[in-house]
């Protein structure tokens, strides 16, 4: 997995106009959603929910999106894509594997940029 900054902040800015008040919230909601999309996300799958977890994931993708975190949002598509719960067991367990470890990685590395915009 990569080590550099997965976070992106141009789309925030030119969004927010460079508020710092308004991105602190962005900041702090993403950070207070990581963890239940992960587990919510993880429940659905051992589930065999495959239609909840596909919402679960559009929900969390704009959330990643704002923040460009593009390794994440290739993840996100394969779960909607329509061949998802096709794929053998170990690629689909990849994907969520791989959805965790980035998301963890980008929550630790917003925690750290976000206290510019305190």
Do not use: C
């Not at 429940?43 to 065999?48: R, V």
């Amino acid at each position: 997995m990569k080590s550099e900054n997965l976070i992106k902040l141009d789309n925030l800015m030119e969004m927010s106009g460079g508020d710092k008040s308004f991105i602190s919230e962005i900041f702090k909601l993403f950070l207070t959603h990581v963890d239940a999309y992960l587990t919510d996300s993880e429940n659905a799958f051992a589930a065999g929910d495959y239609p909840q977890l596909k919402k679960i994931a559009h929900k969390f993708k704009s959330s990643v999106q704002l923040f460009e975190i593009m390794e994440i949002v290739t993840l996100i598509l394969k779960i909607e894509d329509a061949s998802f719960p096709n794929l053998k067991e170990s690629e689909k367990k990849d994907i969520l594997k791989n959805i965790r470890e980035y998301s963890l990685l980008a929550a630790s590395q917003a925690k750290e940029i976000s206290k510019a915009y305190s």
